[in-house]
């Protein structure tokens, strides 16, 4: 026997507690097939909710712009997911993990927007809109058991967003097509990489970002963070590690976990 067919709504409340309370829920797709479509509508509801408690809207992260990222969690394709205020956490700040369920963080490169950008640009006019470039961290948890899930699953999901931080803004005239990017537990490298394994270049993963946000009725809007993708897999997170990123010529940014 199926469970019962639960409504868009629904899942978004069940998504929404699910990263409230701390606590792993059933993939979707187990138990309801779930179009794509679908999927961006429950993550639009689930964030409605946290609008509805207060929180505000400042920015969009990509995901799976990188083939590392892919094959850790076997899914083959270009995401997204919104960023509140709720979910920034402050450079050199520390973190418990009794809000996560099994968190994971990842490199990644930040963009901040300095002007309105939505639809089919090109890389020039993308980097024209673009205020500042920066070294970022996510932290990933996402709210399905065992970190497994579909396309449709982590979509719903609002592809796996938890938590960023972002370092100090550098010029958005830097090149940040090819930076070196190491991530560091305890000041050991875990991660080794480029920033050219996002997509090539972390401008197609803007320029994907904008066309994306328009199929979605948005923009990306003056202040918003863009987060670019991780170019390395993610790296689990556990009691007391300090983490730290270092982005070549960006800079670093870092967090530690509680204890
Ligand atoms: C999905 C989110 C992927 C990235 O940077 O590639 C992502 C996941 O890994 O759970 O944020
Ligand atoms: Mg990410």
């Avoid at 997204?80 to 418990?96: I, K, P």
């Avoid at 609002?158 to 550098?170: H, I, M, P, Q, R």
């Avoid at 970002?209 to 328009?214: F, I, S």
């Amino acid at each position: 026997m199926m469970g019962e067919i639960r409504s868009l709504v629904e899942l978004a409340a069940c998504a929404d507690d699910a990263a409230r309370q701390a606590r792993a829920i059933a993939q979707f797709s187990h138990t309801q097939g779930l179009s794509v479509g679908d999927a961006y509508r429950v993550q639009a509801l689930s964030v409605e909710r946290r609008l509805a408690r207060g929180e505000r809207r400042v920015g969009m992260k990509m995901g799976l712009t990188s083939k590392a990222k892919m094959v850790q969690v076997g899914v083959d394709q270009v995401i997204w997911g919104r960023l509140t205020d709720g979910m920034a956490v402050a450079d050199g700040s520390e973190v418990s993990l009794s809000g996560y369920v099994h968190p994971r963080v990842e490199p990644e490169i930040a963009y901040l927007i300095g002007e309105p950008l939505a639809g089919s640009v090109s890389a020039v006019q993308a980097l024209d809109a673009v205020a500042g470039v920066a070294p970022a961290a996510e932290i990933i948890d996402s709210r399905f058991e065992n970190f497994r899930f579909s396309l449709a699953d982590v979509v719903a999901d609002n592809s796996s967003c938890s938590g960023f931080v972002v370092g100090g803004w550098s010029d958005p005239s830097t090149p940040v097509d090819n930076l070196g990017i190491v991530l560091e537990a305890d000041g050991r490298a875990v991660e080794i990489g480029s920033s050219a394994a996002i997509l090539g270049d972390p401008a197609r993963s803007l320029v994907a970002a904008a066309r994306m946000a328009e199929q979605a009725g948005e923009r990306l809007e003056p202040g918003w963070v863009v987060l670019a993708g991780a170019a390395t897999a993610a790296m689990p997170l556990r009691a007391g590690v300090s983490v730290r990123v270092i982005v070549e010529r960006l800079g670093t940014v870092a967090f530690t976990v509680t204890p």
